[in-house]
């Protein structure tokens, strides 16, 4: 059983590798990441959250090395871990605070993005062009808008997931 564990989280730290690769292509730099993250998240529903981390981490080595800067950057920081902390923060039965964590979690992880593409990067944000000064708090929202799309796709694709896949997955788990 334990080893059917371990290829199940090899494979699919594999298949979100590939995944992540395809950020090559032109407009999908910020979707490949939330759906790399899908990958994660049947992981959370098959084996739990200590088996899904330990994928996201043995995924992490081969998308810093072989993937596209910005869309990496969002894995690691973030999205390819976010599904063991939704599955954490959903446990709490206090919504307001299970939505303030999210969001608390969300926002943190893009201040390290930008603070390490600012400062370590490189990369000048301060010209938001025709937004002027209020380029920076636009963005924010837009993200957070972004972030709560996200995750409630992610929840639908889950329940997805638990119709139509996870009963063949099961069967081969066992």
Do not use: W
Not at 35 to 40: E, H, K, Q, T
Not at 114 to 131: A, H, K, Q, T
Request: glycine share 4%.
């Amino acid at each position: 059983m334990k080893t059917k564990k371990i290829t199940f989280c090899g494979i699919s730290a594999a298949l979100a590798t590939v995944i992540m690769i395809a950020a090559y292509f032109p407009y999908v730099t910020y979707a490949v990441p939330c759906v790399a993250s899908l990958v994660i998240m049947a992981v959370v529903i098959e084996l739990g959250n200590k088996y899904a981390f330990l994928t996201y981490l043995v995924s992490v080595l081969p998308v810093f090395l072989f993937c596209e800067i910005e869309s990496k950057l969002l894995y690691i920081c973030f999205l390819g871990f976010y599904p063991v902390l939704k599955a954490i923060f959903e446990k709490i039965k206090i919504l307001p605070l299970e939505i303030l964590l999210k969001f608390v979690s969300f926002n943190l992880a893009i201040a390290v993005v930008y603070l390490f593409s600012r400062f370590v990067l490189g990369i000048p944000f301060d010209d938001m062009g025709e937004l002027g000064n209020y380029g920076g708090i636009i963005l924010i929202v837009l993200a957070n808008i972004a972030f709560l799309l996200y995750d409630i796709c992610i929840s639908k694709m889950s329940i997805f997931y638990m119709i139509r896949i996870h009963p063949s997955v099961r069967k081969i788990l066992k």
